[in-house]
T-cell receptor
Framework: ETGVTQTPRHLVMGMTNKKSLKCEQH?????MYWYKQSAKKPLELMFV???????ENNSVPSRFSPECPNSSHLFLHLHTLQPEDSALYLC??????????????FGEGSRLTVL | GESVGLHLPTLSVQEGDNSIINCAYS??????FIWYKQESGKGPQFIID?????DKRQGQRVTVLLNKTVKHLSLQIAATQPGDSAVYFC?????????FGQGTELSVKP
């Protein structure tokens, strides 16, 4: 248990569907992140939220839409995705984005398959 | 551009032997490095970190070595166990962002 919970763990969707990934952290952290993990590639940072405000959008296509209603919850809304968007989507949290340690606490990920 | 890379994508060791996983980084201004372990079906977990004012740091069965001259980082695991089988990532912290390497998959043979 890392204190970061992601749902669903697995998701299969068609290219015309709309779905959402959810992340919740129970660590009292102020920063939350979405990462994409594709096979044989490094983890790619997608979005960063600090105190509910988006502080980083790493040139992510608009078919991915993040939402952070409070410091404990983070969503990733998905619509009209492409097969190449199939990947493991990891949520993480940290005390703050410019934290001294920089340590991130990751959830177990949502495995997304786009047909 | 900035990059963090690992030397070998896979590493196989005998149970009980020591493992060494290597990582190179490109940004000489990087001042903080972390090693993460990712087991199958799980998210990455923090193992150990090191700041650039150090060249060695030890944890429980793990040691991280930092050579700033050649911009090289290594993770040493003593007496490798089956539970150490996982993908290992190095990451460096720059501008508040962690930049991850590609990962080395460690397999432990019984």
């Amino acid at each position: 248990e890392t204190g970061v919970t992601q749902t669903p763990r697995h998701l299969v969707m068609g290219m015309t569907n709309k779905k959402s990934l959810k992340c919740e952290q129970h660590l009292g952290h102020n920063a939350m992140y979405w990462y994409k993990q594709s096979a044989k590639k490094p983890l790619e940072l997608m979005f960063v939220y600090n105190f509910k405000e988006q502080t980083e959008n790493n040139s992510v296509p608009s078919r991915f839409s993040p939402e952070c209603p409070n410091s404990s919850h983070l969503f990733l809304h998905l619509h009209t995705l492409q097969p190449e968007d199939s990947a493991l989507y990891l949520c993480a949290s940290s005390q703050e984005t410019q934290g001294v340690t920089g340590e991130l606490f990751f959830g177990e990920g949502s495995r997304l398959t786009v047909l | 551009g900035e990059s963090v890379g690992l030397h070998l994508p896979t590493l196989s060791v005998q149970e009980g032997d020591n493992s060494i996983i290597n990582c190179a980084y490109s940004n000489s201004a990087s001042d903080y490095f972390i090693w993460y372990k990712q087991e199958s079906g799980k998210g990455p977990q923090f193992i150990i970190d090191i700041r650039s004012n150090m060249d060695k740091r030890q944890g429980q069965r793990v040691t991280v070595l930092l050579n700033k001259t050649v911009k090289h980082l290594s993770l040493q695991i003593a007496a490798t166990q089956p539970g150490d089988s996982a993908v290992y990532f190095c990451a460096d912290l720059m501008g508040g962002k962690l930049i991850f390497g590609q990962g080395t998959e460690l397999s432990v043979k019984p």
